[in-house]
């Protein structure tokens, strides 16, 4: 069975930082992409940042690019994302999420529960 | 990257059919055959119902249905019961560099 399992939300200042944390398990995690998905209070889904299985290649939305570092350990099956200069609009639930495929973003089949991180002054 | 364009509501009685849209544009939607269709309870995480435009994942009701013409794919939800009730997105990849999301639609069982 495969689970997610995310970390590290909470409650940041407004020019802060934040490191999430994801626990994978129930499949061979190097051989699919992860991607991070994140959805704000009251509002719909948006894709953050993307991974391939091995972690050489990222992706990033422009939303989030030179401010978001997304990486992976493979030989601990754990997904990360670092999150730098945070904004109000920042704030949302943060979910983790396995690909069908391994070198690209292309198709979310599973999602972990979500880790919530707000952004206040 | 511009979110895809869902209906903000749909509604049905039980037993009836319904049908959410999707439209992207050719750099998207027209592009790939890869349009994933998401079930969002309140408070829950999402939950895969159609993947590759036409795919359903084991354990996912033969109810729903996906199909794209063009720019616009399309889930039908057939027989529809209370569970059913929920807010459904749209999701393509784009460009072999990044996946967008549709704003997302509410599905009211009347």
């Known amino acids: 069975e495969v689970q997610l399992l995310e970390s590290g939300g909470g409650l940041v200042q407004t020019g802060g930082s934040l490191r999430l944390s994801c626990a994978a398990s129930g499949f061979n995690f190097d051989r699919y992409a992860m991607s991070w998905v994140r959805q704000a209070p009251g509002k719909g889904l948006e894709w953050v940042s993307a991974i391939s299985g091995s972690g050489g290649t990222t992706y990033y939305a422009d939303a989030v690019k030179g401010r978001c570092t997304i990486s992976r350990d493979n030989s601990q099956n754990t997904l990360y994302l670092q999150m730098n200069s945070l904004r109000a609009d920042d704030t949302a639930v943060y979910y983790c999420a396995k690909d069908k495929w391994e070198l690209l973003p292309k198709s979310i089949d599973y999602w972990g529960q979500g880790t919530l991180v707000t952004v206040s002054s | 990257q511009s979110a895809l364009t869902q209906p903000a509501s749909v509604s049905g009685s039980p037993g009836q059919s319904i049908t959410i849209s999707c439209t992207g544009t050719?750099?998207?939607?027209?592009?790939?055959?890869?349009v994933s269709w998401y079930q969002q309870h309140p408070d829950k995480a999402p939950k895969l119902m159609i993947y590759e435009v036409t795919k359903r994942p084991s354990g996912v009701s033969n109810r729903f249905s996906g199909s794209k013409s063009g720019n616009t794919a399309s889930l039908t939800i057939s027989g529809l019961q209370a569970e059913d009730e929920a807010h459904y997105y749209c999701c393509s990849h784009v460009n072999k560099s990044s996946l967008v999301f549709g704003g997302g639609t509410k599905l009211t069982v009347l």
């Open positions: 050719s750099s998207d939607v027209g592009s790939y055959n890869l």
